[in-house]
């Protein structure tokens, strides 16, 4: 591990130049299925996107162990997980294979359109209210790019998960990313069906909400329940009522409300239909808190032009 510690410290070239030397040229062709391994969790989920066997990437990957002469994997009959070492291994070669597909990328765009594999991990909300509604159009005008859309409601790590960028909130990104705002500014509203109001009375203030059946939010990741946000006396105040209901999907909020079962704090730009045609009704509307916008961020400035097309078009 301290040798890996300190090739870190070195430029690329002689890094390359002094394994080449000592390892061969194979310890580079077996890399990629070491990283593929490491951001996939599995072997079997790793042969997929490499397109081999389970049983070829395992035999990789003790190729490559048998070459730095430690072990990269805890392997289990049911799980596999990276050892320090193979987190360290992870971690130094990121910059490397990034410089690679942006030196690719630039590579097969002279004299054509953006094109190749464009990877975006974002939340399902982000996919539905930032990239939906425009995707048919942009995979038109490009259709030489690839898009993978990854919807995970975790907080992924985009570098170590080989994407090319996130959308997320403002308030959960990495301080060392590049954010630019993505699609409209959402309201938060705090929304009921007419037949809970009927049975359990409206509330006229957010301190009013501990009596009521409140449905929460609780985050995958870190299995926090989300805070229900107000703007009180042009402060903004988080407030925690005890749940009757704790989703973490917000696919299962419409039903819940929808269904009588209680009141959430809800994204309204999801919920417009609804709230149109008198199935819900908002709610505390004068305590209604600031909007909110997503962010598409990414870590380095020099965009491939596949992501600057993708930024162009969607944050333009």
């Given at each position: 591990?301290?040798?890996?510690?300190?090739?870190?410290?070195?430029?690329?070239?002689?890094?390359?130049?002094?394994?080449?030397?000592?390892?061969?040229?194979?310890?580079?062709?077996?890399?990629?299925?070491?990283?593929?391994?490491?951001?996939?969790?599995?072997?079997?989920?790793?042969?997929?996107?490499?397109?081999?066997?389970?049983?070829?990437?395992?035999?990789?990957?003790?190729?490559?162990?048998?070459?730095?002469?430690?072990?990269?994997?805890?392997?289990?009959?049911?799980?596999?997980?990276?050892?320090?070492?193979?987190?360290?291994?992870?971690?130094?070669?990121?910059?490397?294979?990034?410089?690679?597909?942006?030196?690719?990328?630039?590579?097969?765009?002279?004299?054509?359109?953006?094109?190749?594999?464009?990877?975006?991990?974002?939340?399902?909300?982000?996919?539905?209210?930032?990239?939906?509604?425009?995707?048919?159009?942009?995979?038109?005008?490009?259709?030489?790019?690839?898009?993978?859309?990854?919807?995970?409601?975790?907080?992924?790590?985009?570098?170590?998960?080989?994407?090319?960028?996130?959308?997320?909130?403002?308030?959960?990104?990495?301080?060392?990313?590049?954010?630019?705002?993505?699609?409209?500014?959402?309201?938060?509203?705090?929304?009921?069906?007419?037949?809970?109001?009927?049975?359990?009375?409206?509330?006229?203030?957010?301190?009013?909400?501990?009596?009521?059946?409140?449905?929460?939010?609780?985050?995958?990741?870190?299995?926090?329940?989300?805070?229900?946000?107000?703007?009180?006396?042009?402060?903004?105040?988080?407030?925690?009522?005890?749940?009757?209901?704790?989703?973490?999907?917000?696919?299962?909020?419409?039903?819940?409300?929808?269904?009588?079962?209680g009141i959430a704090q809800l994204y309204r730009a999801t919920e417009i239909p609804a709230i149109e045609?008198?199935?819900?009704?908002?709610?505390?509307?004068?305590?209604?808190?600031?909007?909110?916008?997503?962010?598409?961020?990414?870590?380095?400035?020099?965009?491939?032009?596949?992501?600057?097309?993708?930024?162009?078009?969607?944050?333009?």
């Open positions: 591990m301290r040798l890996l510690d300190r090739e870190v410290e070195m430029g690329h070239a002689s890094w390359v130049l002094k394994h080449e030397l000592t390892m061969g040229p194979d310890f580079f062709s077996l890399l990629p299925a070491f990283r593929m391994v490491a951001t996939t969790g599995g072997f079997t989920a790793a042969s997929g996107r490499l397109g081999i066997t389970p049983s070829a990437v395992s035999q990789k990957i003790r190729q490559i162990e048998a070459l730095v002469g430690v072990r990269l994997f805890e392997r289990t009959s049911r799980s596999v997980r990276l050892t320090e070492a193979g987190r360290l291994l992870l971690e130094n070669t990121d910059r490397a294979f990034a410089d690679i597909a942006d030196a690719l990328d630039r590579v097969r765009m002279v004299g054509k359109r953006p094109a190749g594999n464009l990877r975006i991990n974002l939340s399902r909300l982000a996919a539905q209210v930032c990239i939906l509604p425009r995707l048919a159009a942009f995979v038109r005008h490009y259709p030489d790019i690839k898009i993978e859309l990854a919807t995970d409601d975790r907080l992924s790590d985009i570098v170590a998960g080989g994407f090319d960028a996130g959308i997320r909130f403002q308030d959960t990104l990495e301080m060392d990313m590049i954010a630019r705002s993505i699609g409209p500014p959402l309201r938060r509203s705090v929304l009921a069906s007419r037949s809970y109001l009927e049975a359990s009375g409206t509330p006229r203030h957010p301190n009013d909400l501990p009596g009521h059946d409140v449905i929460r939010y609780r985050f995958p990741g870190s299995q926090r329940l989300e805070p229900l946000t107000f703007n009180v006396n042009d402060q903004v105040v988080r407030l925690d009522p005890p749940p009757r209901l704790v989703f973490d999907d917000n696919h299962h909020f419409d039903f819940a409300v929808r269904s009588g079962l045609a008198g199935e819900l009704v908002e709610l505390l509307t004068e305590f209604e808190p600031g909007p909110v916008q997503f962010k598409l961020y990414y870590p380095t400035r020099n965009q491939p032009p596949k992501l600057r097309a993708f930024i162009e078009w969607f944050c333009g």
